[in-house]
Structure formats: C-alpha cells, structure tokens
C-alpha cells in the first residue's frame, strides 16, 4: 500500500511540469475552467461571408486591373494553416484567410499545389511563385521576399514521446536529435542561441512528429496548433508537449515576391479589413482551444503559486485517501476473481479464434493470439512488445494503414482497412484489418484489432480482374465497333473504336439509342433487326448508308447477334460493325479497272486492224504526190484522203492510250514548252476562234522541271483538258493554265495516295458550269459525256488524260462546284534528264537511200506492198517475206542491210522470235520494229535484243524514211 502511495506521489510530480504548460499556453483561468485537450474539429462556419469594401487608390486599384491573376503556393502539408485534402482541395486557415484577402481584393489565384517546403522557397526566389500563404520572416528570405503584417500567431512547443527523459525547455536539448522540418527558420534559431543538436531533417512536420513517435528522433519543436491538429488526425497517443520555447510565439506572414512591393499593403489592407467575427469564425472552424495571447513572467509565478496550494490539499487528500484504500482491497480481491473467471473465458476464445487477434497500445503490439502467430509466422514472444512497423514492408504502409485506421474510428469508432504484411520469412500477404478501441474515446487504453489473411481471395480476385481486363483490351482494342444494346434501342456498352468513328465520348453513346447512332437505322429498320434475331437463326447482317461526325458520310456493315433467355425471349443484341467505306471505293476501282481493261483489249485489236487499213490510206498519198505536178487539180483531194487517214489514227491512237497501251517512246519535256506549242497549233487557234469570249490566261513557272514522257500524248492530254474547259464555258469565261514544281513530304491517304517525291504540276481550270457530284466519279470513263451533240468529240477526251497520267506514272486531282467551275490538277514525277534538241522538218533528200538492201517482213500483202512501194521510191533494193520463218530461210542463204519486222504475223512466230532467230547466226543483223497495234512488252523485248527503232503503224513516207535512216546509220 505503501508503494501504491509512493508511486502515485511520483505521478503527480512526473506530470505537474506537463500541467504547468498546458495550463500557461491555454491562456484561460485555470480556476473558471479544466484543462481541454488538444483537438481540431471542422466545422461549417462560412468563413467567405461579411465582406466589406476596401478604401483604394487609383494607382492600387490600376496595379490589381493589370494583375489580375496571381500565383500561389503554400506548405504541402502544414496543418491546420495549410495542406491539401483527400479531395486535393487547398485546406487551412491560412487558405481561408488567402481566400478572404482575394476576394475582398477581386482578384483570382492559380494555384501551384503539392510543392514541398523547399520547393516553395526556391520558386518563389525565382519568380515562378507571386505570393506564399503563410511563412515565418527571416534574414535569408528578406532578400527576395517582402511580408505582409503577421496575421497568425500560435506558441513555440516542444514535442517528445510520453517515455523520454525530461525536457523542459531549450537548454535540455542539447546533444539530443531533434527532428527539423528542411528550410524552416527555427533551425537557424537554435543555431543562433548556441543549442548544439543532432538535426534530423525531414520534408513535413507530419514527418517530423512520426520520426518522434517511432523513436527515430528525441524532440521536435513546432507551432503548438500545427502539432496538435497532427497528432490527433494520426492517432499519435504517444507524444506529448514537454515544455514551451523562448521564441514567444509563432508569427506567419503572407510573403510577396519583393518585385511587386505594390502588393503589400493592398494585402495589409484586406487583412485589416477582416472582422474579428470573421477572424473568429476562421479560428473557431479548425481550433476549441484557443491560443491568443502569450504569457508573462509574473503570470509564470502566479501559477507556479497556485499549483503549490493545489499540491499542498493533494497531499491531504492523499493521506485520507491512503486510509480508505484498505477498505477498497477487499472489494477489489472480489471483482478480481469475478474478473479472473471472466479473462479466463476470454482466453480460452482468445486462443482459439480462427481468425488473428491482437491489442496494440500506440501501434506497439501487446497481446496476440495463436492464430495471429501463425498468419505472421512469428513466435509469440517474437511479436509482443514489438512495433506494428515489423509487420510491413514499407514504412508508408505502415503509415497509411496509421492515418486511415484512426480517421475511420474516429467517425465510427471502429475502422477497416485492406492492406499488405510482410511474414517473418519476407513472404508479403494481403490482410484485411479491422480495429476497435478498447475504450471508446480513449486510444491510450489501447486498440483490439482482428486479421484475416485474404491472400488466396485477392488471387482470386486478381485474376477474375485481369481476365475481365484482358476481355476489356480484346473488345477495347478492336477496330470493329463493338456495341451492346437492349430491346428498346437503349445502348449499354460501346467500344473505344465506335467512339472514335463516332466523334463522340462514351458517355455520349452510352444510354442513347442505337437507332441515334446510325440515323438509316429508323424504327422501321430497328424493328426488323428485332424481327429477324431468333434463336433458330440468332445472326443478322445488314448494311446500310450512315453518317459519321462532321457529317461524312459513310458505308457501314454490322453483323446483330442475340442474347435470348431461357424462355427463348431475346432480352439483349451484341452488334458487331464495320467501315467498308475503303473497301467499297477499292471495288469501284477495280470495277474501273477491268473495264478499262476490256474496254482495252477490245481497242488494242481494233486499233491493230484499223492501223494495217489506215497505212494505205496515210501512205499512198505521199507517192502520188511525189509524182504529182504542184498544179494537179487533185492535189487537194489527196491532201484531204490523207488528213483524213492521220484523224481516224490519232481516234485510234486514243484507243490506245485508253488501253494504256500507246506510250512507246519517252523523252524528256517540259510542260511549259508543250503548252506553248499547243498553244501555236492549228487546233487551238481553231478552237478559239468559234469561242472569241474565252480568254486563256498563263501562269507558268520559270524553272519548271523537266518529266519523262511522250510529248505527243502530254499535247493531245494538254489539248482535251483545255477543249473540255471551252466546252463547260457557256458563254464568257476564262481558262488559266498553271505549272509549278511542288514537293510532296509523305504518302497522301486520300483516293489518289499521291506517293512522297518531287512533282512537276500542271493545273488547268475553267469559270463554267462545273460538274454536278453525281457525274464526279463517271468523267473519266470512255463515251461518257453530257456535251451537245455536234459541239463535242468522240467522248474520250477525258478518258485519254486519264489514260496519259497513268502511263506516265502521275496522279490526277478534280475539284468541281457547279456554278463556279471546275479543275483539273496533273503530277508528273519530275526527271534530271535534260531535253533532246529539236527536230526540224525534213525533205526527201535527207532520208533517201543509197541502193541498201531491206527485206520487208509482214503477214499482210497490201502491207508488204505498200513498204516496198515507198522505200524503192527512196532509193533502196527491197526485197519480202511473208512470214518469219520464211525471212529466216531467206538470210540463211542471203544478206541484207535492214530488216523491216511487223511484230504481230499469225499464223508463225512474231518480229522478235524472228529477230532472235536471226541473231543466232547474224549476230549483227540491223532491224526495226513495226506495229498496228502497241508497244507491248513484245516490242519492248525486241529493242532490247538490239532492234534500232519502233515504227507505229500507219506511217507516212517521211516518217518510214527517216526512221531506215537511222537505223541504217554507223
């Protein structure tokens, strides 16, 4: 009894220093009123409200128009002056006072959130930051930063566990590691009083108080609401405030970069226009106890003297209580037993839960049961008296399972939490906690608290987690659109790839009806969607004509499968869509080309009969003219046969290039010198003389760049286009013609996929009626025209430029609007291939022969005849055959100085087997190639064997002439 009594003597003692401070910064009458405990408590006070009008000048209210936004910062985690809550919302009352200041000032923040202490200091020394939140004043931060007027003031304490030696004040720590908050200016105090510490720095004072509480510093020194508001929110029964400061009490500014001096006492000024209703409802909605004022030396005494009298009667009371304390052991002795019987119970349950048990007193385990032992894999003695931390495998899980335990039981009084332990032998498992006071409203009694080891539940769940998500990305991931939808229409899901054709979010889609969504798709539609899903046939496909975002139109094609029920009742429908857009402009295309294609074959053999009649009808009159005195009165008639005969070739020589089959020889041009020609021909002079209003305007580039091509169809493509634009010109109107050097950086994506290069650009537009959109994609299909009867050619202008591009390798582009007109835009790659020189016109006398011997060889004896005829009258020995393998007989025994092959002879070989047949035994035998048909990959085999030159059939006299020429040249 007597140790009881000397232990509680010790008690009192131990705790009158703690009451003494407690009492002293409370600032209340400790005679009107019981010491309160340290809490923070929000409440719903509407700090914002009141405002009253500020007196301005007219130079302050022009400084804050032209700064009307002003950036922010503040402690990350300063509570309660300034931190950020779950929500990531600026708390504090330095943020109610900021706001209160701004909004009385009219001006708008930015805030710059989650910064660190020293990231704050160092931006604001910067000028990144305007204006800090709360900061105490010091001389380093004098230099780059001004201060308001201080507008919070709390004590200085000093903050220790409840188990560490005395400390009373400053002196006493000395030697000790106190916890400092980086870049705080008490540090430099301590350093300017001599108080030599071991300084353990941390980024909070959150930090700080934990390092305290674990036992990893002896003390740290903090503002006395920061730390209260801190130790309560994280349930750190631990510590306590061992004794007050000499630095009086904690002053925080609002700071200013010191460049806007102007800001100061428009602050200063908004501050003092606070009310003290408004500044009590601030202090009020984050403190019950308030701490104003600070203390005097005499009021020092005066407690000190009361406290004395208050010791004195205590240890009055202690001798009475002393005697009546032996009555109390019987009646204890009693409840002991029955309480002895009762723990016994609670053991036996305790011992064999299912489920881990265990007490922990400020997170230092006290008491665990078996069960506990075996889901952490420790001894018994192993975790009693232990940390908590041991069974974590981070300290920030140790710490989030701390704040978020003790915030639940504090609304509820009990808490919850999912989390990860750390077995004795490193194995990380997942538990989940639940945690009660022993007491209600005492966390110093301690905390029961059950763990169920969920670490097979969590795989469980882990997987039906990542199978839903590897679903999700399989369907996400597609680029079909994937929707869901019910019997009324309402869409329930929508993949990411519907969302993006759609131009629209997924909240947008989801919930509005699929018939919304493809608008073709109208309740008739919808209904026989409905109609046609059954569980005997649970698939549909339709295709239909939608509208996608900007109104694009598009071809779509969507496969329906249903989702029946038991019953057989379709109850939901799975759609499956795609954009068959492209492919469905691929199939025109291809349509186009095997109508192209046919359209060719039948050219090409109609252009091979039609060029073998043609020869004559172009060739013979050069003879009779050569025979015919200047004077003839039939001079003009044979003219007119034979202008006749060249028209009804150049309409062959347009079947061919529609067949893209007439290209045989090219060469280097320009375009600018292609139109400039035209723009001398007969043709166009004629053209423009029966449409007087049209004027043709030229905006040709100087260094055009040469392309490789034939300038006999880039002139006919250059003659249709303008032709075509006279046409659609009714009356007045102009035609420019344009050429630029244009490069292309990458592949176009549009119809004409327009490789990357360098291009030569001829543009050819027209002011006429222009095209109407539905003839668009027809223009360049042969006969295909809406011209007037008698006005207009043969309906394959466009269809040869269409040819001409595509056998030069180009793109061709067609912009339309009727009414405004239309143009046509060719690309030619571009060629280093310099130009030939001109060709003039030649007389006989250059391209007569020298009595050299040429042996004709063709299958058509009007052909044979017609060839002979015209080179015996140049002066050359001719000699026939009528087919290949006659020719080849024939050199076998004989020579000549040329060969003159037609390509194509049925029946037998053809000029080139006939070539390479003779080549086997003349190896130097000199030959060139005619045809009524193309330059096929035939023709272009025989060049390549060494054939000198490719005469197209029909011919003229000068032609055939110069061309034997040639070939017969050394």
Same mark, same amino acid.
């Given at each position: 009894?007597?140790?009881?009594?000397?232990?509680?003597? =010790?008690?009192?003692?131990?705790?009158?220093?703690?009451?003494?401070?407690?009492?002293?910064?409370?600032?209340?009458?400790?005679?009107?009123?019981?010491?309160?405990?340290?809490?923070?408590?929000? =409440?719903?006070?509407?700090?914002?409200?009141?405002?009253s009008p500020l007196n301005l000048s007219l130079e302050e209210t022009q400084w804050l128009a032209q700064h009307p936004l002003i950036k922010i910062a503040g402690p990350k985690a300063f509570p309660p002056f300034n931190y950020y809550s779950a929500d990531g919302m600026l708390s504090g009352m330095a943020a109610d006072y900021i706001r209160l200041v701004f909004n009385k000032l009219h001006l708008k923040m930015e805030i710059q959130d989650n910064l660190l202490w020293p990231d704050v200091l160092k931006m604001a020394?910067?000028? %990144?930051?305007?204006?800090?939140?709360?900061?105490?004043?010091?001389?380093?931060?004098?230099?780059?930063?001004?201060?308001?007027?201080?507008?919070?003031?709390?004590?200085?304490?000093?903050?220790?566990?409840?188990?560490?030696?005395?400390?009373?004040?400053?002196?006493?720590?000395?030697?000790?590691?106190?916890?400092?908050?980086?870049?705080?200016?008490?540090?430099?105090?301590?350093?300017?009083?001599?108080?030599?510490?071991?300084?353990?720095?941390?980024?909070?004072?959150?930090?700080?108080?934990?390092?305290?509480?674990?036992?990893?510093?002896?003390?740290?020194?903090?503002?006395?609401?920061?730390?209260?508001?801190?130790?309560?929110? =994280?349930?750190?029964?631990?510590?306590?405030?061992?004794?007050?400061?000499?630095?009086?009490?904690?002053?925080?500014?609002?700071?200013?970069?010191?460049?806007?001096?102007?800001?100061?006492?428009?602050?200063?000024?908004?501050?003092?226009?606070?009310?003290?209703?408004?500044?009590?409802?601030?202090?009020?909605?984050?403190?019950? +106890?308030?701490?104003?004022?600070?203390?005097?030396?005499?009021?020092?005494?005066?407690?000190?003297?009361?406290?004395?009298?208050?010791?004195?009667?205590?240890?009055?009371?202690?001798?009475?209580?002393?005697?009546?304390?032996?009555?109390?052991?019987?009646?204890?002795?009693?409840?002991?037993?029955?309480?002895?019987?009762?723990?016994?119970?609670?053991?036996?349950?305790?011992?064999?839960?299912?489920?881990?048990?265990?007490?922990?007193?400020?997170?230092?385990?006290?008491?665990?049961?078996?069960?506990?032992?075996?889901?952490?894999?420790?001894?018994?003695?192993?975790?009693?008296?232990?940390?908590?931390?041991?069974?974590?495998?981070?300290?920030?899980?140790?710490?989030?399972?701390?704040?978020?335990?003790?915030? /639940?039981?504090?609304?509820?009084?009990?808490?919850?939490?999912?989390?990860?332990? /750390?077995?004795?032998?490193?194995?990380?498992?997942?538990?989940?906690?639940?945690?009660?006071?022993?007491?209600?409203?005492?966390?110093?009694?301690?905390?029961?608290?059950?763990?169920?080891?969920?670490?097979?539940?969590?795989?469980?769940?882990?997987?039906?987690? &990542?199978?839903?998500?590897?679903?999700?990305?399989?369907?996400?991931?597609?680029?079909?659109?994937?929707? &869901?939808?019910?019997?009324?229409?309402?869409?329930?899901?929508?993949?990411?790839?519907?969302?993006?054709?759609?131009?629209?979010?997924?909240?947008?889609?989801?919930?509005?009806?699929?018939?919304?969504?493809?608008?073709?798709?109208?309740?008739?539609?919808?209904?026989?969607?409905?109609?046609?899903?059954?569980?005997?046939?649970?698939?549909?496909?339709?295709?239909?004509?939608?509208?996608? /975002?900007?109104?694009?139109?598009?071809?779509?094609?969507?496969?329906?499968?249903?989702?029946?029920?038991?019953?057989?009742?379709?109850?939901?429908?799975?759609?499956?869509?795609?954009? +068959?857009?492209?492919?469905?402009?691929?199939?025109?295309?291809?349509?186009?080309?095997?109508?192209?294609?046919?359209?060719?074959?039948?050219?090409?053999?109609?252009?091979?009969?039609?060029?073998?009649?043609?020869?004559?009808?172009?060739?013979?009159?050069?003879?009779?003219?050569?025979?015919?005195?200047?004077?003839?009165?039939?001079?003009?008639?044979?003219?007119?046969?034979?202008?006749?005969?060249?028209?009804?070739?150049?309409?062959?020589?347009?079947?061919?290039?529609?067949?893209?089959?007439?290209?045989?020889?090219?060469?280097?041009?320009?375009?600018?010198?292609?139109?400039?020609?035209?723009?001398?021909?007969?043709?166009?002079?004629?053209?423009?003389?029966?449409?007087?209003?049209?004027?043709?305007?030229?905006?040709?580039?100087?260094?055009?760049?040469?392309?490789?091509?034939?300038?006999?169809?880039?002139?006919?493509?250059?003659?249709?286009? +303008?032709?075509?634009?006279?046409?659609?010109?009714?009356?007045?109107?102009?035609?420019?013609?344009?050429?630029?050097?244009?490069?292309?950086?990458?592949?176009?994506?549009?119809?004409?996929?327009?490789?990357?290069?360098?291009?030569?650009?001829?543009?050819?537009?027209?002011?006429?009626?222009?095209?109407?959109?539905?003839?668009?994609?027809?223009?360049?299909?042969?006969?295909?025209?809406?011209?007037?009867?008698?006005?207009?050619?043969?309906?394959?202008?466009?269809?040869?430029?269409w040819g001409t591009v595509q056998d030069h390798n180009g793109y061709i582009k067609i912009e339309s609007l009727e009414g405004k007109g239309t143009t046509f835009t060719l690309y030619f790659p571009v060629t280093k291939q310099e130009m030939s020189e001109v060709n003039h016109p030649s007389t006989v006398r250059d391209y007569i022969g020298n009595g050299q011997s040429i042996l004709i060889v063709d299958d058509m004896s009007s052909q044979r005849e017609i060839a002979m005829e015209l080179l015996t009258n140049l002066?050359?020995?001719?000699?026939?055959?009528?087919?290949?393998?006659?020719?080849?007989?024939?050199?076998?025994?004989?020579?000549?100085?040329?060969?003159?092959?037609?390509?194509?002879?049925?029946?037998?070989?053809?000029?080139?087997?006939?070539?390479?047949?003779?080549?086997?035994?003349?190896?130097? /035998?000199?030959?060139?190639?005619?045809?009524?048909? %193309?330059?096929?990959?035939?023709?272009?085999?025989?060049?390549?064997?060494?054939?000198?030159?490719?005469?197209?059939?029909?011919?003229?006299?000068?032609?055939l002439g110069v061309t034997i020429k040639k070939a017969l040249a050394p």
């Open positions: 009894m007597l140790i009881a009594s000397v232990n509680h003597v =010790k008690f009192i003692f131990s705790h009158l220093g703690i009451i003494l401070i407690t009492l002293i910064l409370s600032g209340e009458n400790c005679c009107a009123q019981q010491q309160q405990p340290l809490e923070i408590k929000e =409440k719903s006070q509407n700090v914002l409200s009141n405002e020394k910067g000028k %990144s930051i305007d204006l800090i939140t709360c900061a105490a004043r010091t001389e380093e931060r004098d230099k780059y930063l001004l201060f308001s007027d201080p507008y919070l003031s709390f004590p200085l304490v000093i903050i220790t566990r409840t188990t560490a030696p005395f400390i009373g004040g400053l002196d006493d720590l000395h030697g000790h590691k106190v916890a400092i908050v980086d870049k705080v200016s008490v540090y430099e105090w301590l350093k300017r009083d001599g108080i030599d510490i071991d300084p353990l720095f941390v980024k909070t004072p959150e930090e700080a108080l934990m390092a305290v509480s674990l036992g990893e510093a002896d003390a740290h020194i903090e503002n006395i609401a920061a730390a209260g508001h801190l130790i309560q929110q =994280k349930g750190l029964t631990n510590l306590k405030i061992a004794g007050p400061t000499t630095y009086g009490n904690y002053d925080l500014f609002i700071a200013v970069r010191n460049d806007w001096p102007e800001l100061v006492p428009l602050i200063n000024k908004a501050l003092a226009s606070i009310s003290h209703q408004q500044r009590s409802e601030i202090r009020n909605k984050w403190l019950t +106890v308030r701490y104003e004022y600070g203390i005097t030396a005499k009021e020092v005494v005066l407690w000190i003297l009361c406290l004395s009298g208050l010791f004195a009667t205590g240890l009055l009371v202690f001798y009475a209580w002393n005697r009546s304390l032996k009555k109390e052991i019987v009646e204890r002795k009693r409840v002991e037993k029955a309480l002895q019987s009762q723990k016994s119970t609670l053991d036996s349950i305790f011992r064999v839960a299912p489920t881990g048990i265990g007490l922990v007193v400020n997170r230092v385990i006290v008491q665990a049961n078996d069960k506990l032992c075996h889901i952490t894999g420790y001894a018994h003695e192993e975790l009693i008296n232990q940390n908590a931390r041991i069974l974590y495998p981070s300290t920030e899980e140790f710490e989030f399972v701390g704040t978020e335990k003790y915030r /639940q039981i504090a609304e509820k009084d009990t808490g919850t939490v999912e989390t990860h332990w /750390q077995r004795k032998d490193k194995t990380i498992i997942d538990v989940l906690l639940s945690s009660t006071p022993v007491k209600i409203g005492d966390l110093s009694q301690g905390v029961t608290f059950t763990a169920l080891d969920i670490t097979a539940n969590k795989c469980v769940e882990n997987e039906l987690i &990542r199978s839903a998500e590897r679903y999700k990305g399989i369907v996400e991931d597609q680029t079909e659109f994937i929707c &869901r939808f019910g019997i009324d229409g309402q869409i329930t899901f929508a993949n990411r790839a519907i969302c993006r054709f759609m131009g629209k979010t997924n909240e947008e889609i989801v919930g509005g009806l699929f018939t919304q969504l493809l608008p073709n798709t109208g309740s008739h539609s919808f209904l026989e969607i409905l109609d046609k899903l059954t569980p005997d046939t649970p698939v549909y496909t339709y295709e239909h004509i939608g509208l996608r /975002q900007a109104g694009k139109e598009y071809r779509g094609i969507w496969t329906f499968r249903g989702i029946f029920n038991n019953g057989g009742q379709l109850v939901e429908i799975q759609a499956v869509g795609r954009d +068959v857009t492209q492919r469905k402009i691929l199939e025109e295309k291809l349509r186009q080309s095997h109508k192209m294609e046919a359209i060719g074959a039948l050219a090409g053999g109609v252009a091979h009969d039609l060029n073998n009649i043609l020869t004559g009808i172009v060739s013979y009159p050069d003879l009779l003219l050569l025979s015919m005195p200047p004077d003839s009165p039939y001079r003009k008639a044979i003219l007119t046969i034979q202008a006749s005969g060249k028209k009804a070739a150049a309409i062959v020589q347009d079947l061919l290039t529609l067949a893209r089959r007439g290209v045989a020889v090219k060469d280097a041009a320009n375009l600018n010198t292609l139109i400039s020609e035209y723009l001398l021909t007969p043709e166009h002079k004629k053209l423009m003389s029966s449409r007087s209003a049209i004027n043709v305007n030229l905006d040709l580039a100087a260094d055009l760049q040469n392309i490789e091509g034939s300038p006999f169809h880039l002139t006919k493509a250059i003659m249709n286009l +303008v032709a075509n634009g006279a046409e659609a010109i009714a009356e007045n109107g102009t035609i420019t013609i344009r050429t630029e050097n244009r490069t292309i950086s990458e592949t176009t994506s549009d119809n004409n996929n327009l490789m990357a290069g360098d291009y030569a650009v001829l543009t050819i537009s027209d002011t006429g009626v222009g095209i109407p959109p539905n003839n668009l994609d027809r223009i360049f299909e042969p006969f295909f025209t809406n011209k007037k009867m008698g006005r207009s050619g043969t309906g394959l202008g466009l269809a040869v430029v002066n050359y020995i001719v000699k026939s055959a009528s087919s290949g393998e006659e020719a080849v007989d024939y050199l076998k025994e004989n020579s000549v100085d040329l060969l003159v092959l037609d390509m194509i002879m049925a029946p037998g070989i053809d000029g080139l087997e006939t070539y390479k047949r003779i080549l086997d035994f003349k190896p130097h /035998q000199k030959a060139i190639i005619t045809s009524g048909y %193309s330059e096929t990959n035939r023709v272009k085999g025989a060049l390549k064997a060494g054939v000198k030159a490719y005469l197209r059939k029909p011919y003229s006299l000068e032609e």
